[in-house]
Nanobody, 120 residues
């Protein structure tokens, strides 16, 4: 049973910072590309940042220079440090795991999300 649990969301003023965390249970973490997605009210879910099994990173243009994604394969955790937050960063942030090797190749898992609200 794979579970992804996000934490670290909350209310922050514009210009502030937050660190989101994702804890993964199960055996797929080290075999998965991990990512953070977000969904704002009335909008589609979008990729914020992703990190490969080897540590390669990818960021949405909207967060480049403001976000840092990291993973710890020994602890089965992933984080997203977001700085210089803007009101448009307000959204529910979801942890995602996409299995890229092994018997579970192609499986995808989602957390339940954590709300980030940035006040102006």
């Amino acid at each position: 049973q794979v579970q992804l649990v996000e934490s670290g969301g909350g209310l922050v003023q514009a210009g502030g910072s937050l660190r989101l965390s994702c804890a993964a249970s199960g055996r797929i973490f080290s075999s998965s590309r991990m990512g953070w997605y977000r969904q704002a009210p009335g909008k589609q879910r979008e990729l914020v940042a992703s990190i490969t099994t080897g540590g390669g990173t990818n960021y949405a243009d909207s967060v480049k220079g403001r976000g840092i994604i990291a993973r710890d394969n020994a602890k089965n955790t992933m984080s997203l440090q977001m700085n210089s937050l803007k009101p448009e960063d307000t959204a529910v942030y979801y942890c995602n795991a996409f299995v890229v090797r092994g018997a579970d190749y192609g499986m995808e898992y989602w957390g339940k999300g954590t709300l980030v609200t940035v006040s102006s």
